[in-house]
């Protein structure tokens, strides 16, 4: 109710809309519409209130909620409801638990802070107030278990054009689905999916984008291999500044999102692949990897709309990696 206040009096603004007026239209009482403007009014709103003439909205600086990020949004399948929440343990956890009780295909979360953020293969993802982004969308996509993995490189390629957008930094994705700058870490994908043998009962995928750390602000392990978009931003000539506020990356992200999650659903993978390969760090390059306890290195030459990556290894055999890890030389220290 309070953000159909906020639309109302976005609408209207610089004029002003009468308290009884508001009420009528939503069909709540003055004193209802007046304890709803104070809770915008507490969450930052500026609002003037005049008792001959109503409510009118005043200039009141960004804020990041859920009214916010969806207002104009323009997406058709991501965001079809959108949370946002100041504090979570995990989006992806709690999108989990959205699905068990049914909720809709495109269901959206965001927070401001992650207290158990979860990253790939069992890790740990570092998810502190303010300075990351921490988004969860939830799909119930029609299609095999094994098909899903085209999902995690639509979500990359979507993270990589969106950065790029909205700030001119050039990603690189290293496979599957991180995102790096000059090696290190800025973004990370995790799918999870709740499936049958042949059916996919859903995904949720999960993107953590390191927005605004400083440096010192990552623990000494990561140093060497994360970064922040600032932190990239920073190092620029001081002429090529173009920063996005939190707000808008997040709208930006959620549309590129909706953008290819469309290709996939109408089976377009090889728009999603062109688009992954123009960002690949990875394509053409020295990788090592381990299988089955045994290192290999060679130059992986291709991706397979399944995901899986193709190494040409220097024992002359193609080997084809489906999950896991590879280091790539030159990203996170394999030098
Ligand atoms: C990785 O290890 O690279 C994947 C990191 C994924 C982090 C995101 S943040 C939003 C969502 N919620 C989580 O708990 N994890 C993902």
């Not at 043998?197 to 400083?214: A, F, K």
């Not at 500044?241 to 709208?251: A, D, E, V």
Request: hydrophobic letters at 40%; one cysteine or more.
């Amino acid at each position: 109710m309070k953000y159909s206040i906020l639309k109302r009096l976005k609408e209207a603004a610089p004029r002003f809309v009468s308290g009884g007026g508001l009420g009528l239209r939503l069909g709540v009482s003055r004193t209802a519409v007046w304890k709803h403007i104070k809770v915008l009014r507490q969450e930052g709103y500026l609002i003037e209130g005049s008792p001959r003439k109503g409510y009118r909205l005043l200039p009141s600086g960004e804020r990041l909620n859920s009214f916010e990020i969806a207002d104009q949004l323009g997406t058709s399948v991501i965001g079809s409801e959108i949370r946002y929440v100041e504090r979570i343990d995990s989006t992806n956890e709690y999108a989990k638990k959205l699905a068990a009780k049914g909720c809709q295909d495109g269901l959206t979360i965001i927070a401001g802070q992650q207290t158990e953020g979860k990253g790939r293969l069992g890790r740990k993802w570092m998810s502190p107030a303010d300075s990351g982004i921490y988004i969860s969308f939830l799909l119930r996509p029609p299609m095999a278990p094994a098909e899903t993995q085209i999902f995690t490189l639509a979500a990359a390629a979507a993270a990589a054009g969106a950065i790029y957008q909205s700030t001119d930094i050039r990603t690189g994705i290293k496979w599957p689905n991180d995102l790096v700058i000059n090696g290190k870490k800025v973004c990370g994908i995790l799918m999870e999916m709740n499936c049958e043998s042949d059916r996919v009962n859903h995904i949720v995928l999960g993107i953590g984008i390191n927005y605004s750390q400083d440096a010192g602000e990552f623990p000494e392990e990561l140093m060497d291999k994360a970064i922040s978009l600032k932190m990239a931003a920073d190092g620029r000539e001081k002429d090529s500044i173009k920063f996005p506020s939190k707000l808008s990356l997040i709208r930006t992200v959620l549309r590129e999102l909706d953008n290819v999650v469309k290709l996939v659903l109408c089976g377009r993978y090889e728009e999603i692949l062109d688009i992954w390969r123009e960002y690949s760090v990875t394509l053409g390059r020295e990788v090592r990897f381990v299988a089955r306890g045994v290192e290999y290195t060679g130059r992986a030459s291709g991706i397979a709309a399944d995901g899986r990556l193709l190494v040409d290894c220097e024992d002359g055999v193609r080997r084809e990696l489906f999950t896991g890890e590879v280091s790539v030389r030159g990203i996170y220290g394999y030098t």
